[in-house]
């Protein structure tokens, strides 16, 4: 359920693993990852490539591109950190 719930058109991060490749994995590649992310949970511990983040600057509606204070920044993670967030939500 969870994967069927993550966006299509969500930016990949630094492990370059998009939403789309998760969506059609074979079943048996699946439940590798299951069985990682079984283990994550059990062992309370999360790769660091999975909170490892891309850092963009986007600049705000009609503003000055030379002042600093008009971007904001937003974070890509793993889009596999992000599936592990949600199944863990969902069984807390």
């Known amino acids: 359920m969870a994967l069927k719930r993550l966006k299509n058109e969500a930016a990949s991060g630094p492990d370059q693993i998009h939403n789309l490749m998760l969506k059609n994995l074979p079943l048996n590649?699946?439940?590798?990852?299951?069985?990682?992310?079984?283990?994550?949970?059990?062992?309370?511990?999360?790769?660091?490539?999975?909170k490892t983040s891309n850092i963009t600057m986007i600049q705000k509606k009609a503003s000055s591109?030379?002042?600093?204070?008009?971007?904001?920044?937003?974070?890509?993670?793993?889009?596999?950190?992000?599936l592990l967030e949600r199944i863990n939500k969902i069984h807390s």
């Open 29 to 50: 590649s699946l439940k590798e990852i299951i069985e990682l992310f079984n283990l994550s949970l059990r062992e309370g511990r999360v790769p660091k490539a999975w």
């Open 65 to 82: 591109l030379q002042d600093p204070l008009n971007y904001r920044l937003i974070s890509i993670t793993s889009c596999l950190g992000k």
